[in-house]
Each structure stands twice: as C-alpha cells, then as structure tokens.
C-alpha cells in the first residue's frame, strides 16, 4: 500500500497495528495512523478474536484501504500477534502501534530520521496518556535499574527491577522545552520502530512473556545484544 497514492517509492517502513486491552478506540487509531503518517507505508493488523462488530469493519476498512489483515479465531498474546506480523513483512524498519494509540500530525518521519541518523536499533517518541490527546506525558523515557551494569552482572533470580517512567502523568506544557532526542534503557510498545534487521538477529519476541511487563524484557534483550534504545 502506497499512502495516498502519491509516493511510487518502494514503504520503507510497515506498521503493524496489534491488539491490546480494548477495541473501542479502533477505528480512530487506524484513521489517526492514515492521517498522521508522513512517509509511504505499508499496514498490517492482527484481528485475534475481536468483536464480530470489529472484525467485520476491519475487513470492510482492509479492502478500502489496501492493507493485509491477520485475521485469527484464537485469542493471542501481544509478543505472538507482532511475530506473526512481522514474519508477513520485509520492509528495513518495523512499527508496532496498538490498537488503541491516537498519532499525533507528522509522527512516522522524525521516527525514522532517529534511526537512520544514529543507527539505533529500537527509536519510541513521546508517549502521552488521557485527554485532551497529546497533552499529558505517559512515557517520556525510562529505566528498569538504577545501574544497569551492575543489574546483568547479578545472577538470575537476585535481580531487582525498578520500572521508572520520567515524567508520567505531568503537564506536557510544563516539560516541553525539556525534551530531547536522547537514549533511554526502557520504551513501551504503545508505539515503537525496530530495525528489522536486529529483530531478526535477536530471533523476533520473546513469546513466553505473555503481557504488561513484556516491554522491559525487549528492551533488556536489545541492550544486551549491543543495540541502542532512543
């Protein structure tokens, strides 16, 4: 799928829309990536057991708008339905977006630009929570240790992770001036682009971990592999 219509070039970039906790906000999600997307791209949604209401739109949505839908009869897990997805891809980036995400104008562009320019392996933005939308901060950065180094040098089993999230819950209006591109050691995957071709090194999601916490062990993995997080 070509967005719009007006970019020949070849998406450089798929998104993968998976299922989260809720289906009431989906089809202002998919229309929020549509019209917030800056660059050709091409989508693929995983549909586990929604609403018959849902499935029925969703396919209804995917012949309109040309992109391929993942359609299952079983229930599954997040990390399940983005290797499924991914697996259907072959673009050089992946963007993994819930199906509850609202995107902000413009969003898909500086995501990509991150990459490119710094040759990160995972790049997330701003993630913000509530409404109005986009004016309260859910995630801007984070870390699951206070020393890292000294968290993958201790065993298994005696290892203490603390989830720190900068920001959350504050004004955006009160910290804009304060935002950077910048490293961080945890992002979540509300709405996260991977490098392709580090996912495939790291043999794609951990499927064992089944939900809420499977984000800090992603972003573990990518930090030991030698990638870098933005």
Not at 7 to 34: C, M, Q, W
Not at 80 to 108: H, K, P, V, W
Request: charged fraction near 25%; hydrophobic fraction near 40%.
């Amino acid at each position: 799928m070509q967005l719009d219509g007006k970019n020949k070039d070849h998406p450089r970039v798929t998104v993968i829309v998976v299922p989260r906790e809720r289906f009431g906000v989906a089809e202002l999600s998919l229309d929020s990536i549509y019209a917030g997307a800056d660059l050709p791209f091409e989508l693929i949604y995983v549909d586990a057991r929604s609403p018959r209401s849902v499935s029925d739109w969703l396919r209804t949505e995917s012949r309109a708008r040309g992109f391929r839908l993942l359609q299952l009869d079983r229930f599954v897990s997040p990390n399940e339905a983005r290797n499924l997805a991914a697996a259907q891809s072959g673009t050089e980036y992946l963007l993994f977006i819930d199906n509850d995400m609202a995107c902000a104008e413009n969003f898909l562009g500086p995501l990509v630009k991150a990459a490119d320019e710094t040759g990160a392996a995972v790049v997330s933005p701003l993630i913000c929570e509530g409404h109005p939308f986009h004016t309260r901060v859910h995630q801007a950065t984070g870390s699951f240790s206070e020393n890292k180094e000294a968290f993958f040098a201790t065993p298994y089993g005696r290892r203490e992770v603390i989830d720190t999230q900068r920001h959350l819950g504050t004004p955006l209006a009160e910290i804009r001036d304060q935002l950077a591109r910048t490293e961080t050691d945890v992002c979540e995957f509300h709405c996260l682009l991977v490098r392709r071709a580090f996912l495939d090194r790291m043999g794609g999601f951990d499927e064992d971990m089944y939900a809420t916490r499977e984000h800090i062990e992603f972003c573990m993995s990518v930090l030991k592999n030698g990638g870098r997080i933005l």
